[in-house]
């Protein structure tokens, strides 16, 4: 199957920083991808939607100025999290799709884990 | 709108022990239905996609299959190492379209 990365896998800032998260396609091209943060013992709940090249698309809910994402080349996606405070603490996970009949789902990356204390 | 729902929240079985998750869905045009396997602390792991009613896919000790209302995923004579939450979610339209998922069904193996 396709492969996902993301970087870091976790990281602990103080309150009022700001963090970058990295999600890279490794092996195909990812024309769409996805961010989702997720609470403990809960599903995936989507942040947002972005099209390489395009602005992203925001869940109802989400702060846009808060979580900036990038969508620049069609194997890179970064969710940057502005001004960072201890209820942002959660495990984001992005996934990335590619050309519909090339790549058959949305495959997943392996999570980052964010603590702000 | 969209909507998956799981059952049950959670099994826990034998060793050996067979059983079915379930998981039903209502959307509009369905493109495909997934199924995608958890572990703590991890991203989805993506296992199947369904994409018309009467379809069935199978891997290794996992079968899915797929009505217009439901789909469910069989597990036979499962191991602890089966042990995870099992996802379910449906995408409409024609593709990069985004995932609405089910809230889960957590899996517990007992040696």
């Known amino acids: 199957g396709a492969v996902v990365s993301q970087h870091p896998s976790w990281v602990i800032c103080k309150s009022g920083t700001s963090v970058k998260i990295e999600c890279r396609s490794l092996?195909?091209?990812?024309?769409?991808m996805f961010w989702y943060r997720q609470f403990p013992k809960q599903s995936l709940m989507l942040m947002a939607t972005?099209?390489?090249?395009?602005?992203?698309?925001?869940e109802q809910g989400v702060e846009k100025d808060k979580f900036l994402i990038n969508h620049a080349s069609l194997t890179l996606s970064t969710l940057t999290v502005t001004s960072a405070h201890p209820e942002d603490s959660s495990f984001y996970i992005c996934?990335?799709?590619?050309?519909?009949?090339?790549?058959?789902?949305?495959?997943f990356g392996p999570g980052t884990r964010l603590l702000v204390l | 709108e969209d909507q998956v729902t799981q059952s049950p929240e959670a099994l826990r079985l034998q060793e050996g022990e067979s059983s079915s998750l379930n998981c039903s869905y209502t959307?509009?045009?369905?493109?495909?239905l997934f199924w995608y396997r958890q572990d703590p602390g991890k991203g989805p792991e993506f296992l199947f996609t369904?994409?018309?009613a009467g379809e069935e896919k199978e891997k290794e000790r996992l079968k899915a299959t797929l009505t217009k209302k439901e789909s469910f995923l069989h597990i036979t004579a499962p191991k602890p190492e089966d042990s995870a939450t099992y996802l379910c979610?449906?995408?409409?339209?024609?593709?990069?379209?985004?995932?609405?998922f089910g809230t889960g069904t957590r899996l517990t193996i007992i040696p």
């Open positions: 996934s990335a799709e590619g050309v519909p009949g090339l790549v058959e789902t949305q495959y």
């Open positions: 092996d195909f091209q990812a024309t769409t």
């Open positions: 972005s099209n390489e090249g395009s602005k992203a698309t925001y």
């Open positions: 959307v509009s045009g369905l493109r495909g």
């Open positions: 369904l994409y018309s």
């Open positions: 979610a449906v995408q409409r339209g024609v593709g990069n379209e985004k995932l609405t």
